[in-house]
């Protein structure tokens, strides 16, 4: 496609309840990074896979989140038995280089986010 | 600890004004720093810099770095009310992942 795709767009979930995020990231990208974002907050970082291998995890907040990307495209970001504190905009971002290009002359480009609601 | 502080956090305008956005950082082993513009949905990338005093430029957006001072701007001239969003400046430091500012939130008035 010709952007990042993220779904579902919207989730809301009961306390307590295990939810899946999907991301498409743009054809061909090799790197791929997902990001929480709370209200009137930046974007932080969660964790990042170059092709299947994830490189960086040290930003998830706990072992109830975990992220796969088996085949070095689609991705998804678990999280389970989900709290109140877990609400935010989950954002992911592909780019075309790999480490350390990408912080040199390759931008991360960003989906529309799923915006998780926990009840 | 690495830390990126933007100012103003909101900053309200008239169309035509120009409006200067401040991006300062403390990151150990800077790599880059992009500026990206947040409207309701995705961040959408606007410039990487990587080296000081090289302006960036497009259309009425102008980016420039000094890494000597440890800070960026974020120049737009001529503003427009479609100029309106968070501009959201990030560095990439040695940890190895973008530190993102909490966002600049800009309203360009009619």
């Known amino acids: 496609g010709a952007g990042v795709s993220q779904s579902p767009r919207y989730k809301v979930a009961k306390r307590g309840q295990d939810v899946a995020l999907r991301c498409d990231p743009i054809?061909?990208?090799?790197?791929l990074f997902w990001y929480q974002q709370a209200l009137g907050q930046g974007p932080e970082f969660l964790t990042y896979?170059?092709?299947?291998?994830?490189?960086?995890k040290s930003g998830l907040p706990s072992d109830r989140f975990f992220a796969e990307r088996p085949e070095g495209s689609v991705s998804t970001l678990k999280i389970q038995r989900t709290q109140q504190e877990d609400s935010a905009v989950y954002l992911c971002?592909?780019?075309?280089?790999?480490?350390?290009?990408?912080?040199?002359?390759?931008?991360?480009?960003f989906g529309d986010g799923t915006r998780l609601s926990i009840l | 600890e690495d830390k990126v502080v933007q100012s103003p956090l909101s900053l309200v305008v008239h169309e035509g004004d120009t409006v200067t956005l401040n991006c300062s950082y403390e990151?150990?082993?800077?790599?880059?720093l992009l500026w990206y513009k947040q409207e309701k949905k995705a961040p959408t990338f606007l410039f990487m810099l990587?080296?000081?005093?090289i302006e960036k430029k497009s259309g009425r957006l102008s980016s420039i770095l000094d890494k000597k001072e440890l800070f960026s701007i974020l120049n737009i001239t001529a503003t427009q009310t479609g100029d309106s969003a968070v501009y959201l400046c990030?560095?990439?430091?040695?940890?190895?992942?973008?530190?993102f500012g909490k966002g600049t939130k800009l309203s360009v008035k009619p």
């Open positions: 971002a592909s780019s075309l280089g790999d480490w350390p290009l990408i912080y040199s002359n390759q931008p991360q480009h």
């Open positions: 054809s061909g990208h090799v790197s």
């Open positions: 896979f170059q092709n299947e291998a994830q490189l960086d």
């Open positions: 990151v150990t082993n800077f790599r880059s």
């Open positions: 990587t080296s000081s005093g």
């Open positions: 990030a560095v990439a430091g040695s940890q190895g992942n973008l530190i």
